[in-house]
Nanobody, 121 residues
Framework: QVQLVESGGGLVQAGGSLRLSCAAS????????IGWFRQAPGKEREFVIA???????DYADSVKGRFTISRDNAKNTVYLQMNSLKPEDTAVYYC???????????????WGQGTQVTVSS
């Protein structure tokens, strides 16, 4: 079992930055791939970025060059650094843990409760 808690969301102006954190409980955290997803009002939840247990990364085209992901296994935490934010980045951001790399949203077994990110124009 892995429990995930996101933090760091908030209101920021377009062009600004935010860093989200995903803190996990459980001794097996380092074995999981961690992904970030987001869901805007009226839209489906979509993939944003992920980091594998070994440090490989995967990005949605919409965030390449703006978002980066990192993990600190000693702290059981994954970070999402978001730069050059746009109003269309506004959404609830969720982190999730899974065992299958690039297996899609259904491959993630554990989810956090989400944190709101709002980017004003």
């Amino acid at each position: 079992q892995v429990q995930l808690v996101e933090s760091g969301g908030g209101l920021v102006q377009a062009g600004g930055s935010l860093r989200l954190s995903c803190a996990a409980s459980g001794r097996t955290f380092s074995r999981y791939n961690i992904g970030w997803f987001r869901q805007a009002p009226g839209k489906e939840r979509e993939f944003v970025i992920a980091i594998s247990w070994s440090g490989n990364t995967d990005y949605a085209d919409s965030v390449k060059g703006r978002f980066t992901i990192s993990r600190d296994n000693a702290k059981n935490t994954v970070y999402l650094q978001m730069n050059s934010l746009k109003p269309e980045d506004t959404a609830v951001y969720y982190c999730a843990a899974g065992s299958q790399w690039r297996g899609g949203i259904s491959s993630y077994d554990y989810w956090g409760q989400g944190t709101q990110v709002t980017v004003s124009s």
